[in-house]
């Protein structure tokens, strides 16, 4: 362990996430206490040796004053000073960020700007008003809207959606999928852009980017009948890479807008080089498990460090199951087939650390409690896992 500077005491969110749990190591590396609020006492940290502390909390989703209250009095009573809402609870926490203690730092931006980041066509007027290049996009609030679009080809998504949830591929004359767009939860129709897929994670204070880390989209969770591209989906292997053009827009857009938090983007970058961001998520993202436990990751997180912090380009990390269940049909679609194999057998595996092994034993066990998330909510996994965290408008 580690130890820079004082040591402070850090609570984070949604730690049944191995995203989060690769965080929570990196934090406690560096000499902090991390202590984790879920909705449930099964989740992946509770089983990891880097937390100090963990708390059960109200669904952020479905007793939204209740958890506020809870996760208040968790900072009051273990002397919180830093509070990080690592998914869509960060929405929530914004907008109550002011019944926090002052003694706490609750680490996001206000609430209307997150707001405009997590919907999908709030964030492309967001763009365009910056006079940033956009995706030809349609607000579609009718199935009436649907008859309009004028697009050969284009994906079509729920404003409040992640990891490529409710998202379709669809050509001009396909038969509609089943969805009942509306004011109140809308969608867009944005036009199919084909080239090279991007994400990127920042972590930001202020309107300055502290660290950040890009990677391509190669091997994904794909659904039978839904998107049948990489574009949007979520990724299964993790390897950053050197992008100035990438990195450039993201400190502009960041200190245009003054953010501060977690964030991360999707970008497609055409043949011909031009750059389009069709989508943001102010909140965690894989992009954080790119990072070495000495890349000092922690001063990101305070905004103590003077130059940027970039992700370590040898790092290669999988999540290896969804590889098995999901990435093989990814690589037949793209024939990255030998790619494929290179990558599960040389890729390390995300969860897994000899100095914190039960956290990978548990991933059987724990795999119980999914299935029955799976069957009880009536949802494929991704959806299952955090329908207790998601932020729906």
Excluded at 124 to 146: A, C, F, G, R
Excluded at 167 to 175: A, E, L, R, S, T
Excluded at 180 to 198: I, M, Y
Aim: with cysteine.
């Amino acid at each position: 362990m580690k130890w820079r500077g004082l040591m402070k005491r850090i609570l984070i969110s949604n730690g049944r996430s191995p995203i989060t749990l690769d965080f929570i190591r990196n934090l406690s590396h560096a000499g902090h206490e991390v202590y984790v609020s879920e909705t449930s006492n099964l989740h992946l940290s509770r089983f990891s040796n880097c937390v100090k502390k963990c708390f059960l909390v109200p669904s952020p989703r479905f007793a939204p004053l209740e958890h506020v209250k809870k996760m208040v009095e968790i900072v009051k009573n273990e002397g919180i000073d830093f509070v990080v809402p690592a998914w869509e609870d960060a929405l929530l926490i914004a907008k109550h960020q002011n019944k926090f203690p002052k003694t706490c730092t609750v680490f996001t931006s206000k609430y209307p700007l997150l707001y405009k980041l997590h919907n999908k066509s709030l964030f492309i007027n967001l763009l365009e008003s910056e006079n940033i290049k956009i995706p030809k996009t349609v607000l579609i609030e009718s199935l009436d809207d649907l008859d309009k679009i004028e697009f050969p080809q284009y994906a079509l998504k729920a404003c409040y959606s992640r990891a490529s949830q409710s998202v379709y591929k669809i050509n001009q004359g396909d038969p509609y999928p089943e969805i009942e767009p509306s004011s109140d939860q809308p969608w867009v129709a944005q036009e199919w852009l084909e080239g090279k897929s991007f994400c990127t994670f920042s972590i930001c204070h202020k309107g300055r980017v502290h660290a950040h880390s890009t990677y391509p989209v190669d091997f994904t969770l794909q659904k039978k009948g839904r998107i049948n591209s990489t574009v949007g989906s979520y990724c299964m292997t993790f390897k950053a890479v050197e992008h100035e053009a990438i990195l450039s827009w993201v400190q502009n857009l960041i200190k245009n807008i003054r953010y501060t938090g977690l964030i991360a983007f999707d970008f497609i970058e055409l043949p011909s080089g031009e750059l389009y961001a069709i989508e943001c998520n102010p909140r965690i993202t894989s992009g954080i498990t790119l990072f070495s436990h000495d890349s000092k990751i922690d001063e990101a997180l305070f905004g103590t460090n003077s130059a940027l912090i970039s992700a370590d380009l040898a790092i290669e990390k999988q999540i290896t199951p969804g590889m098995l269940l999901y990435g093989w049909r990814s690589a037949l679609t793209c024939k990255k087939l030998p790619l494929f194999f290179s990558r599960l057998f040389h890729f390390k595996d995300l969860v897994f650390q000899k100095s914190d092994p039960l956290p990978f034993f548990a991933q059987a066990f724990l795999w119980l409690k999914h299935s029955y998330d799976i069957m009880r909510f009536n949802k494929r996994l991704h959806g299952a896992f955090t329908h207790d965290l998601d932020f729906e408008g």
